[in-house]
């Protein structure tokens, strides 16, 4: 028995090939676009290492700032806590309490009344000697 090849055993044989060729170029396609995407991803994160190393250098200088601002801060304050202590210190012999000066204004009164007396008196005692 001899095999006749008829034209639905080469078109078989065609759709065979074409079928298995598509397969071979999707995959091989496929297979592009999954190192193509390897590669994207391989440049995202080489570029998120870039970004983290410029943060990291970024912070560290901002610290320095911080801390450099930190400390003048702390000198300034100590200066103002030195400079109100010696005002307080200067507190007694420069400012007068007002009780202080009342009193004191009091004594000033009491002396000038006194003063006023006396010379009433010696007003007094040259008329009465004329």
Do not use: C, P
């Amino acid at each position: 028995m001899d095999y006749i090849i008829t034209f639905s055993d080469v078109m078989a044989a065609i759709l065979t090939l074409g079928i298995g060729a598509m397969g071979f170029f999707l995959k091989h396609w496929f297979d592009g676009v999954e190192q193509h995407s390897r590669e994207t991803q391989e440049k995202i994160e080489q570029g998120n290492e870039t970004i983290q190393e410029r943060i990291d250098k970024n912070n560290e200088k901002v610290n320095e700032r911080i801390d450099k601002l930190e400390e003048k801060t702390d000198k300034d304050i100590e200066h103002i806590k030195q400079e109100i202590n010696d005002i307080k210190g200067d507190f007694a012999t420069t400012f007068v309490l007002r009780e202080d000066f009342f009193r004191s204004m009091n004594g000033v009164e009491d002396r000038i009344k006194s003063i006023d007396q006396k010379i009433d008196r010696l007003l007094l005692n040259t008329e009465n000697n004329k």
